[in-house]
């Protein structure tokens, strides 16, 4: 069973950590799979939708998701001023960072061999907290642009209130790894004989028509940025 | 900004917990987007394809995506004899496996009120490392069975070393929560006389058309349970 994906902290194997950004950084089960190349490692964090941010209070570690928007050589997460988390992570709390991609399932001729294809970035490290008013701002717009380009120009900006309630972490890629499995199954020789079909699904994350909100006022056209996102995201399916 | 999702962890508040199974377990951000029904709890680990697990060693939490599989009262996770992770929560240290499907994005007037349509599940606790070779054989039996109902009986059985080098953990779901959003973006009444664009985009995670392996035999047909299952996946995606 091969069904655990990423995972960097295993037990400690004789092959010498090669360009892993630290030893508790690099992966130790199957690392053939590691990357540990920021291009790979950025394209699967700006793809991702969501993170899953941990962080322990009183040794009870908590896993939450959360929207995240990479710049450069960080990745920001946000959250309510008063949340606990944010005080939490903004004190220095040690944080793990997961994004994950799933990219089909992989069907074996024996259960032992099933498996996932995916990509994951993991990410160690301590959060800053986004102090000036102008990377905070930064990180908002880019919250909204990640998903939707061209969106935070069709609608209204934050005001002081609402920005003064939302604080911006920080995390640096200093520490980040990524995990790629691709391809089929990898069955045991012997098992080839068998009479037993054996493949990929392929499994991706797909956007519907968008629906109009129902309190939407009669004449006001499709958002431009919506369209166009909505047409480019259909090139690329196509 | 509402896009920190799946918040157990926050500061209190002065509403009492409802019908939250622990203190620390209690959805604290966004309560009324809680839910603590079993039924609503398993239906959501059942249809995720990945949990992601958190756990700490030495302080430093780390989050790892894997296959789960729930059983009445408790979800499964497993991974290789040899590794950290597996003998760091068979120690009993404490765990945090969530789980979360994407349901849509959502736009609103402003940019603060941007969001996402989701359904999560936090499942805190220690887990249990599974000894009995029947709990055990069960349970890799569902990880292959929740991806493809069927598939179990179609692929060679583990053999004896196989199931010799994976290890079977579970955790009760005895302290879990569920959050969920649904529903188009929420406004402030004045930017409703916006002319915005407001609503929302679904996401939903699609299968696409089974790949036979590059090594299949001529003549294996395609798998009755990799077929029934893409028929009756059809049937629910129309």
Redesign the interface.
Known sequence: ?L?????????ARSMPPTSAPSP?ARV??APSRADYDRATIDAILDEG??A??????D?????????HARSGDVVY????A????V?TLAAGT?????V?L?DG?V??????H?S?N?R?V?V?GQARLVEGDAERRGA??L??ER??PG??D??????RQ?LKG?QVLALALDEASAKVRRG??V?EDE???????????????????????????PG????AA?DGW?ATADRRAA
Chains 1, 2 share one sequence.
Not at 154 to 159: A, K, L, Q, S
């Open positions: 069973m069904f655990l994906l990423h995972r960097p902290l295993q037990e508790r130790r089960r939708l969501v899953h941010l941990g962080f322990a209070v040794g009870q570690p908590y896993v939450i998701p959360t929207l997460v946000h959250g309510s008063a949340s606990r988390m005080r040690p944080a793990c960072l997961t994950t799933l399932l069907l074996a001729r024996s259960a032992f099933h996932m995916y994951s993991v160690l908002l717009r919250f909204t998903l939707v969106r935070w069709e609608v209204r900006p934050p005001t609402e939302t089929g199954p069955d098992d080839h004989a068998l009479d037993v079909w054996a493949g990929v699904v392929p499994l991706a994350l797909e956007r519907g028509t968008p629906e109009p909100d129902e309190r939407l006022r006001i056209a499709a958002s919506v909505a």
